[in-house]
């Protein structure tokens, strides 16, 4: 890489997200640094290929490294010119969270503090970083607004995503260090994760297995496709977080704050339910599944519904793909892949 005045880096860069994020930034002539540190949580083929089809782009480096390794992440913020920073690295999942906590604190809780410690000492422009529409937890007011409260995790997992949220909101306030956090909603796509209920359900009717439906189908998503998402990330990465001129402690607002921090919602404001998803991807596999039906399992909830209105209006987010036109994408990803 020639040594660029200015660099993104992009964390979790091996990851689903991470990988999309990074291929758009360097399609548009960013120079980016891409980290992971390339964990087996899940099939390390899948991330393998992804870094693979990045690897050859000019204006981008792979540094294999893990956010908990709190020397290397110091001595990488020292070594590049890091301007802006797209964190997407965390141990991802509701259900690993309740056999293996600690993987939780170790990459969301220490890893993303090596991140904002990394960003307050290079002077970075803008942090955007991933919390997750899980931090909702028992709130069942629909659509989710960034403007609620959110106290009361059903999951670990949730839990270091709001912890990600305070941590951020505090290094902006006592560092001026713009943060600004995005509360994905169920991303599906090409390049997608093994351990996500599409590309569970597509491989096991492709296979002739029967799928398991939680909450006997009920649960309600608000799937969201891949590219809007990047679309999204990417907008908000362009709008520096700034601080809310009318926010005032007597009346705290969750969702802004006298100092440059800013939460969205990044979803499809579409929730759909289950069966009628699964029902789409019968339709353009032309397979019926074989449907076991099981109640709701510990740490998940049955719907998701974003509102996001602050996101649209501040930066024009404005997602575009039908679940039929998203689908039909993935499992013609999924065959390609796969030589199915």
Not at 226 to 231: M, R, T, Y
């Amino acid at each position: 890489m020639t040594g660029p005045t200015s660099l993104t880096l992009v964390t979790g860069v091996a990851g689903f997200i991470g990988f999309h994020v990074a291929k758009r930034l360097i399609d548009r002539g960013d120079h980016v640094i891409g980290l992971d540190n390339v964990n087996d949580y899940y099939d390390v083929r899948l991330k393998e290929a992804r870094l693979a089809r990045l690897a050859p782009l000019n204006g981008y480096q792979l540094v294999r490294l893990d956010l908990a390794n709190r020397q290397g992440m110091k001595e990488l913020f020292s070594e590049y010119p890091i301007k802006r920073v797209v964190h997407l690295a965390a141990q991802a999942g509701v259900r690993y969270s309740l056999v293996n906590p600690h993987a939780y604190t170790d990459s969301n809780i220490e890893g993303f503090l090596n991140v904002l410690e990394g960003c307050r000492h290079s002077q970075v422009e803008h942090l955007v970083y991933a919390s997750s529409s899980s931090v909702y937890g028992g709130n069942t007011q629909m659509p989710f607004s960034i403007h609620d409260n959110v106290d009361h995790p059903v999951s670990l997992y949730a839990a270091t995503k709001k912890a990600n949220e305070l941590m951020a909101h505090c290094y902006a306030h006592l560092y001026r260090l713009p943060c600004t956090g995005l509360r994905f909603f169920t991303v599906y796509g090409p390049w997608g994760r093994p351990d996500m209920a599409l590309f569970i359900f597509t491989k096991a009717i492709l296979e002739g297995k029967p799928i398991e439906v939680f909450n006997d189908g009920k649960m309600r998503r608000d799937f969201t496709y891949i590219d809007d998402i990047v679309e999204g990330i990417i907008r908000t990465l362009d709008h520096t977080a700034q601080p809310n001129p009318d926010w005032c402690g007597d009346r705290p607002d969750p969702g802004t704050s006298s100092a440059p921090a800013r939460i969205y919602n990044i979803g499809n404001h579409q929730p759909v339910e289950l069966l009628r998803f699964i029902e789409v991807l019968e339709q353009t596999i032309g397979k019926k599944a074989e449907k076991k039906f099981l109640p709701l399992q510990a740490g998940d909830v049955p719907a998701t519904y974003a509102d996001i209105d602050d996101l649209s209006r501040d930066v024009g987010f404005a997602p575009a793909t039908p679940i039929e036109v998203g689908i039909a994408r993935f499992v013609e990803w999924y065959r390609e892949f796969y030589k199915i």
